[in-house]
């Protein structure tokens, strides 16, 4: 199996950018936003003036390295708890485990149109949802040694390919992934993470999509990778 890297995808670029280390973080590895440390006395002095709101806590605000997991997988009462946590602490908090896990199981009997409940794909076996050590670390893997272009010159559909060979008896398969992994500015991220959490893309069950067949001009592979633009 080729070594590979975890790339994680900020939510909120605006806070990444610049000074985004709160002072009251310690290491880069802990978060993925964070709000700017200029911002810290910002706060304090809101707070000594009695502001509305002032006396917000520092430090990681937001993660977003895999698609749809906060806005899907995680209840609302658990969110501010979710983004708190670090991306790469293992496993998550008991709660946040049983949150995520009791989401995945409402996703897995939705009904598809009128055939009534879908049967349970993912079945609990030991107490643990089969997606959970999937999904749970919000971090999308990166083989830098493979391409990401397909042979017709586009992108290759990569999403979650790592992830096939990393968890085999999750994805039923012992393939050795072939593209870069990660996801591609042409992936169909939520049509695949939703077919894949309803049906776990069962032979013939219907496909789970939002109803995008994707866009108008497919983007280019050069940063900062927009596609060209419409011409009179």
Known sequence: MRPVAFIVAAALPALATGACRSSTNAGPEDANVYVPSGADAGLNADAEAGVDGAGLATGQVDRAGRPLVSILLVPDSLKDDYNAASTFDAPLSRTLGDGLTARLQALD????????????????????????????????????????????????????????????GVFESN??????????????????????????????????????????????????????????
């Open 109 to 168: 009997t939705l009904a598809i149109g009128d055939a009534g409940p879908d049967p349970v794909d993912w079945p609990i076996e030991g107490g643990a949802h089969p997606l959970l050590p999937v999904l749970a670390p919000d971090a999308l893997l990166v083989d830098t040694a493979l391409p990401c272009a397909s042979a017709d010159g586009g992108y290759a559909a990569s999403y979650l390919d790592i992830e096939r060979e990393i968890f085999p």
């Open 175 to 232: 393939a050795v992934h072939t593209t870069c992994g990660g996801r591609t500015p042409s992936d169909d991220v939520v049509d695949t993470t939703l077919s894949l959490l309803v049906t776990r893309n069962r032979a013939g069950a219907a496909q789970v999509t939002q109803g995008l067949v994707g866009p108008a001009k497919p983007a280019t592979q050069k940063f900062p990778y927009l596609a060209e633009p419409y011409s009179n």
